[in-house]
């Protein structure tokens, strides 16, 4: 079994580092993209519970 030299090290840590702020920024996405669903659902149900008529869907 080969030992990783310095580089690769570094690189898998840099690659690694990478990859978990990846996966935060998307669950920060995934978080804002439901927030907005449910407020679209949300806005929806007062237009419809007031009476208004829904013209942008």
Same mark, same amino acid.
């Given at each position: 079994?080969? &030992?990783? *030299? &310095?580089?690769? @090290?570094? #690189?898998?840590?840099? *690659?690694?580092? %990478? /990859? $978990?702020?990846?996966?935060? %920024?998307? &669950? @920060? $996405? %995934?978080?804002?993209? #439901?927030? #907005?669903?449910? /407020?679209?659902?949300? @806005? $929806? @149900?007062?237009? +419809?519970? *007031?009476? +208004?008529?829904? +013209?942008?869907?």
């Amino acid at each position: 079994m080969q &030992v990783p *030299s &310095v580089d690769d @090290r570094a #690189a898998l840590k840099q *690659s690694q580092k %990478e /990859i $978990k702020q990846l996966k935060r %920024e998307l &669950v @920060r $996405k %995934e978080k804002a993209l #439901a927030k #907005a669903a449910a /407020i679209r659902v949300l @806005r $929806k @149900r007062l237009r +419809e519970y *007031s009476g +208004e008529t829904d +013209e942008d869907d």
